[in-house]
């Protein structure tokens, strides 16, 4: 071996120092590995499965084929199937960028605490007694899974039980944020696939089962991977159930405003609860109702019995946090801080917001219009009757990997698709699929 290819070679064992560089690292690094005479240490080490919904990703990106679709995601795209970021967004990040008393000093633990406010604010509405009490102890954090985390250890530490049940189904993500924090999890019954609604009488069953103090996880709105939620008067049961048992309720909020377009319905739950229930807990994320996504901007609140109480939570969410990652990022949150706190910002928000909405709505319309004319069998109304990003088409774990492996169209196995990411021109293409698969692939 001579010339580039021997060069490569010594830059990789370290014996020359690579192109653009000053030589330094080259002249400190040690002789290799073969000195220790045993097996690396992370030898035995299995390698992990893909991420089921990030793996899809990848196998996306991958596939060549010009008709490809990726539905598995839930990231809004645009008509043209392109990311989106909300002009409001860009106009708060301008100011900020360009503010000259702007700087990147650390935050403190908890995070940027108009942030916290206003979060708290948007999430239960200013009205709400614990707000006004000051009884709601709320710290950023990275974003809503972040929040799920911090709440998940806080609650390992403090709270009587340990025990936390789950909707069965959940977003995947949910039963290893919860046991990679020591919790015991559990599911409650939540989704009926004959009749692709919900399954209230088994949810009601399984929450009046639950031993008291039990942590019920809640979807505030728009249920992943489902898109079925309760109805006013089921949250009503839910909540007598729940308050009857001394059950935990911990809401999931990463919709808020994505789901109907109007922030304030889509917190009704979370609020009838936090009017009833002396403590709960909330995980709030700005990924997808701001477009966020990768700025990780959420907050976790606590709601609590008392002002003092609050302070007392706050504390020990800071001794949870310190550890873990210090202190959260400023960027993002000072982005949200910016919107939510300028009445001109807010309004243009929810603008947009509810265009984002009414496009997914849009999709679900054609979608169901496209099976319709091509009479594929079987009833699709739930694909109307859904509400938020993600449809559950009922189609199964064959029949996905049919229109996967013929129409290029990527979707989680459990037949989850994102309608955020179909397109008018994209909703036949799908149809199509959706009825060779029906009709030539068993269930
Ligand atoms: C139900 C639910 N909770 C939490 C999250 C967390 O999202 P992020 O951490 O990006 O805010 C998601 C994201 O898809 C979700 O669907």
Redesign the pocket.
């Known amino acids: 071996m001579s010339g580039p290819a021997s060069r490569r070679l010594q830059v990789l064992r370290g014996q020359i120092a690579p192109p653009g560089s000053t030589g330094n690292a080259a002249a400190m690094s040690a002789e290799p590995v073969a000195a220790y005479g045993r097996p690396s240490v992370w030898a035995h080490i299995p390698e992990a499965p893909a991420d089921p919904i990030l793996g899809l990703n990848e196998a996306f990106k991958a596939d060549p084929h010009p008709s490809k679709l990726n539905l598995g995601v839930?990231a809004y795209r645009t008509e043209d199937g392109k990311p989106l970021v909300l002009n409001v967004v860009r106009k708060a990040e301008m100011a900020l960028v360009t503010d000259p008393n702007s700087n990147k000093e650390y935050l403190g633990i908890a995070g940027n605490a108009v942030f916290c406010r206003l979060s708290r604010e948007l999430a239960f509405g200013t009205s709400c007694q614990a707000v006004r009490g000051n009884r709601i102890a709320t710290v950023q954090s990275?974003?809503?899974?972040?929040a799920?985390r911090v709440g998940a250890e806080f609650l390992k530490e403090h709270h009587p039980s340990k025990v936390i049940y789950l909707p069965q189904p959940?977003?995947g993500?949910?039963t290893k944020v919860f046991k990679r924090a020591g919790l015991e999890v559990r599911t409650y019954r939540y989704y009926d696939s004959t009749t692709c609604g919900l399954n209230f009488q088994g949810l009601m069953e399984d929450l009046m089962g639950a031993p008291s103090d039990s942590i019920i996880l809640l979807?505030a709105c728009a249920h992943?991977p489902t898109g079925v939620d309760p109805t006013p008067d089921q949250w009503k049961q839910m909540l007598k159930a729940i308050a009857g048992k001394q059950l935990l309720p911990f809401f999931?909020s990463?919709?808020q405003g994505f789901a109907s377009g109007s922030l304030s319905a889509d917190a009704a739950g979370l609020r009838m609860f936090a009017d009833a229930c002396p403590q709960l807990l909330l995980?709030q994320?700005?990924?997808?109702n701001m477009g966020m996504?990768g700025e990780?901007a959420?907050a976790l609140s606590v709601l609590c019995s008392s002002q003092g109480e609050a302070a007392v939570v706050a504390s020990q969410l800071k001794q949870v946090i310190r550890p873990m990652y210090s202190n959260p990022p400023r960027h993002g949150a000072g982005i949200v801080a910016a919107i939510l706190g300028s009445p001109e910002l807010f309004r243009e928000w929810e603008v947009e917001l509810s265009g984002m909405a009414d496009r997914i709505k849009l999709m679900r319309s054609k979608l169901h219009e496209a099976l319709r004319q091509r009479g594929t069998p079987g009833s699709w109304e739930h694909i109307l009757k859904q509400i938020g990003m993600f449809s559950y088409t009922g189609l199964s774990k064959r029949q996905v990997e049919h229109v996967t492996k013929k129409w290029h169209i990527y979707m989680t196995l459990d037949g989850r698709i994102s309608m955020a990411g179909l397109s008018a021109k994209t909703c036949g293409y799908l149809a199509d699929a959706m009825d060779d698969a029906v009709r030539n692939v068993p269930k």
Do not use: F, I, V
Not at 142 to 146: A, I, K, M, Q, R
């Open positions: 839930g990275l974003s809503g899974t972040g799920l959940t977003w993500n949910h979807h992943n999931d990463a919709y995980a994320s700005y990924a997808k996504y990780r959420g």
